[in-house]
């Protein structure tokens, strides 16, 4: 058992938004200062069922996520302003139910005062929350719907570290940047991971983000972890047909280490 407080963990998790579930007994746990996980897989396979079930958003249909030991849909108030505090989600689209109209100025506020609220406060300026994912002071005052979807994504990922989580969950942080805005992004993302103990879940199809944030990657296919390695052995010995078509998408990764090898 851990020794640190405030562990995320899910245990068995089934869940889905239809008929048939697309997690079907899925465990995992993170806490703050634990190596990073991340989880693979083709387009639909359940990833963002993943995510929303980890982030108390949809409740599991059996299994459980808690934090503290508690399940994290049925946390009181109070109890729930902290967990969203200590364990920030990025989603793919780059909000959850975020009015668009609002500006950049205003949800970078908010976030401040949630921090301040529940004692994680920095004394962070706006510019300086902005600056964390290479936001110029520009963008203040423009409105989210007016944003890119890669200015979307590096807001998102930023207002995510305002509150100093033990716990980040990325959604497909980085499928709006160019490649060499990513790999910025994505260096810098790992620094800061390393400096603050950040526990650290990534959810994307890339494998070469994967590479860089996480030792230890998990494939999704048929509502359950068909493989556990590191990004190296997954691309350049995959055991399962979904691992094979991951590794097979990525030539030239596969080439390089390869060549590494011999």
Do not use: C, W
Request: aromatic share 4%; proline share 5%; no cysteine.
């Amino acid at each position: 058992m851990s020794t640190n407080p405030h562990v995320l963990s899910a245990q068995g998790v089934v869940a889905g938004y239809s008929s048939h579930p697309s997690l079907r007994g899925i465990s995992l746990s993170m806490s703050k200062g634990a190596p990073a996980i991340g989880v693979t897989g083709a387009s639909g396979v359940g990833k963002s069922t993943l995510v929303h079930a980890l982030s108390g958003r949809l409740k599991p249909r059996s299994g459980r996520v808690t934090f503290d030991g508690k399940a994290v849909s049925r946390l009181r108030l109070g109890e729930k302003k902290r967990f969203e505090a200590l364990v920030r989600t990025v989603a793919q689209n780059g909000f959850f139910g975020l009015d668009s109209s609002l500006t950049v100025r205003r949800v970078v506020e908010t976030e401040l005062r949630l921090a301040r609220k529940v004692g994680r406060g920095s004394g962070q300026s706006i510019e300086d929350v902005l600056a964390e994912m290479f936001l110029e002071p520009r963008f203040i005052d423009r409105r989210i719907h007016t944003l890119s979807g890669g200015e979307r994504q590096r807001l998102t990922i930023a207002l995510a570290l305002v509150t100093n989580p033990e716990i980040l969950i990325l959604d497909e942080p980085t499928t709006a940047l160019d490649s060499s805005l990513k790999d910025k992004v994505s260096h810098h993302l790992r620094d800061i991971v390393h400096e603050r103990q950040i526990g650290l879940v990534v959810l994307s199809h890339d494998m070469n983000l994967l590479s860089r944030l996480t030792p230890t990657v998990h494939v999704l296919a048929d509502g359950e972890f068909v493989e556990t390695g590191s990004p190296r052995d997954l691309l350049i010995d995959p055991q399962h047909p979904a691992t094979t078509d991951i590794a097979q998408a990525y030539p030239e990764a596969v080439r390089a280490l390869r060549t590494l090898e011999d």
